[in-house]
């Protein structure tokens, strides 16, 4: 068992639906990122949580520390939102564990 | 103005031969990262340094070695490639160990 999941691995809406995309880990963590990876490979940084919550625009990511679980929300979606999408965490030692992905495609 | 930068961004090579991946960042940041993601879209650390120390150094050939020349560059020297060095190397920079990171736009190396 991967000690980061992410759920679903594929994603598929139309135009301005409300997104989640899940992910839990099983390991004691400092923080837990949540990234953007366009097709053509770039990567940006979206967030990093250590508790809470967190909205930047339209997306919006939430933790639990306690259930180890962390969410992310796009509203009104977008087709330029179609991008996949990385859930990491940060454990005690400083090593970065990667989820595997959520691939995003938003349909005008 | 790029804020993380690699070069090359793609570089074809044959096994054997030594190669070179260029990282700088001009944001001011303390630590630098080099990832290698795999052909299943995994990203795997493989090194950071912080202050020109290494911090981390994962289960890494040493035929991969990081070199920071100052505190806004870190370049990845690889020897004696192999055909399963081919990957996507990303480079990233954070302000300091733990807070959120700025990614280069990766660099493609095909060994053949």
């Known amino acids: 068992k991967n000690e980061v999941e992410q759920s679903p691995q594929n994603l598929t809406a139309q135009e301005g639906e409300f997104i989640t995309i899940n992910c839990s880990y099983s390991?004691?963590?400092?923080?837990l990122h949540w990234l953007q990876q366009h097709p053509g490979g770039g990567i940006v940084s979206l967030f990093m949580?250590?508790?809470?919550?967190k909205k930047h625009g339209r997306l919006i990511a939430t933790i639990n520390i306690q259930e180890k679980h962390s969410s992310l929300h796009i509203t009104a979606s977008h087709p330029r939102d179609s991008a996949v999408y990385i859930c990491a965490v940060e454990a005690s030692n400083y090593q970065l564990i990667w989820g595997a992905g959520t691939k995003l495609i938003i349909k005008p | 103005d790029t804020a993380v930068s690699q070069t090359p961004k793609y570089l074809v090579t044959q096994m054997g031969n030594d190669k070179s991946i260029k990282c700088e960042q001009n944001l001011g940041h303390d630590t630098m990262y080099w990832y290698k993601q795999d052909s299943k879209k995994f990203l795997k650390i493989m090194f950071s340094y912080n202050n020109k120390e290494l911090i981390i150094n994962e289960t890494v050939p040493n035929r991969f070695s990081p070199k920071s020349p100052d505190k806004a560059h870190l370049n990845l020297h690889i020897n004696s490639l192999e055909l399963g060095d081919s990957a996507v190397y990303f480079c990233a920079s954070s302000r300091y160990r733990g807070d959120g990171q700025f990614f280069g736009p990766g660099t493609r190396l095909t060994v053949l």
């Open positions: 949580l250590s508790s809470g919550k």
């Open positions: 390991v004691g963590i400092s923080a």
